[in-house]
């Protein structure tokens, strides 16, 4: 059996525990939260989350990316969120390869360059706030709460990182 396989079967199991329950599509909280794809982050566990009460959008980094704007506009526009928490974390894969190294690399071996930026970063805190700046100047992004913090995936501290003075 392949790891698929399991999962499916322990999706068996839920469905018997679960039941048959209907829950409203807006998130409860009005709230989504914009994260990493990174498995040590368990934000239901770690802010207190409930099924229903908030949208996650998760990439690798967490990144400001068009799919993450278009996402949170659609939340906010026709589901009704309307603050927004960037979390990024620790540790985070982005902060251990050379942007152009792996651009380069990628294109020797499939020919093409990622049309895409990949995300490669060096300090957790300026990238949550390139991420806030990002999205407070998306015309598509309502910025009326939109705050960041970095998540500890060692100790699961979570951390509020203030805003760039000019």
Do not use: K
């Amino acid at each position: 059996m392949s790891v698929i396989d399991d999962l499916v079967a322990h999706n068996r199991a839920y469905v018997e525990r679960h039941g048959h329950r209907e829950m409203p599509t807006s998130p409860q909280l009005h709230l989504t939260v914009l994260t990493c794809m990174d498995s040590r982050l368990d934000l239901f566990g770690a802010l207190g989350l409930n099924l229903g009460e908030a949208h996650l959008i998760r990439n690798a980094g967490g990144l400001a990316s068009d799919d993450a704007i278009r996402s949170l506009l659609l939340s906010q526009r026709l589901l009704g969120t309307r603050a927004v928490m960037v979390i990024h974390h620790t540790r985070c894969g982005l902060e251990s390869f050379d942007e152009q190294s792996l651009a380069d690399e990628v294109e020797a071996a499939v020919g093409v360059r990622p049309p895409f930026r990949l995300g490669a970063y060096r300090d957790v805190e300026e990238d949550v706030r390139s991420t806030l700046e990002t999205l407070r100047a998306s015309p598509f992004v309502d910025s009326t709460e939109i705050r960041g913090f970095v998540f500890d995936v060692d100790d699961g501290d979570l951390r509020e990182i203030s805003q760039r003075t000019s």
